[in-house]
């Protein structure tokens, strides 16, 4: 069975760091393009970011762009997202999901973790 | 990258068909058929129903389906069940390399 687990979210001060974890199991991690996407309390779903399935392409939202940063290590089966500089708009669930097609990207998120809340508050 | 637009709310009586909109632009809907959309219960992660404007993964039922005309997707359900009542997300990827999400619809199943 096809799982993603997020973990690290946590309150932090505004202008702090933060970075996250997605453990994958019950497919080929290596092979497939992962994103990040993220709910702010009581709003809609914002995408985030996304890396194909080899890390050789990353590309991210305007509103986290400089900030964030996207990474995986397949020998570990683990996608990570690196949160700098942070501020209260980044307040949200944070959702790691899988893209379904083999060593495409963009075609749709088929596979999706039960998310991991950031909280950044003074 | 502004979101796509859908309406807020719809509403429909057990059986009948209802239908959502998704309204890109010639940067997102209107030139790529990566159009995709998700279920989201309250508290729950959101779900894949439709990907590729109009495909259905598999062990979503036939009820659903997605279809797209120029800057415009729709998702319709079919025969309504009161456990449709959920968020509904479309998404399309863009000229900029990125996705998009609409603001979502909440279907309210009467």
């Known amino acids: 069975q096809e799982q993603v687990v997020e973990s690290g979210g946590g309150v932090v001060h505004p202008g702090r760091s933060l970075r996250l974890s997605c453990a994958a199991s019950?497919?080929?991690?290596?092979?497939?393009?992962m994103h990040w996407v993220r709910q702010a309390p009581g709003k809609g779903l914002e995408w985030v970011a996304v890396i194909s399935y080899d890390g050789n392409n990353k590309y991210y939202a305007d509103s986290v762009k400089g900030r964030f940063t996207i990474s995986r290590d397949n020998s570990k089966n683990t996608l990570y997202l690196q949160m700098n500089s942070l501020r209260a708009e980044d307040t949200a669930v944070y959702y790691c999901?899988?893209?379904?097609?083999?060593?495409?990207?963009?075609?749709?998120?088929?596979?999706w973790g039960q998310g991991t809340t950031v909280t950044v508050s003074s | 990258q502004s979101a796509l637009t859908q309406p807020a709310s719809v509403s429909g009586s057990p059986g009948q068909s209802i239908t959502i909109s998704c309204t890109g632009t010639?940067?997102?809907?209107?030139?790529?058929?990566?159009v995709s959309w998700y279920q989201q219960h309250p508290g729950k992660a959101p779900k894949l129903m439709i990907f590729e404007v109009s495909n259905r993964p598999s062990g979503v039922p036939a009820r659903f389906s997605g279809s797209k005309s120029g800057n415009t997707a729709s998702l319709t359900i079919s025969g309504l069940q009161a456990e449709d009542e959920a968020a509904y997300y479309c998404?399309?990827?863009?000229?900029?390399?990125?996705?998009?999400f609409g603001g979502g619809t909440i279907l309210t199943v009467l």
């Open positions: 019950g497919f080929i991690f290596s092979s497939y393009g």
């Open positions: 998404s399309s990827y863009t000229t900029g390399s990125t996705v998009v």
């Open positions: 999901a899988k893209d379904w097609k083999w060593e495409q990207l963009f075609y749709g998120m088929n596979v």
């Open positions: 010639s940067s997102d809907v209107g030139v790529y058929n990566y």
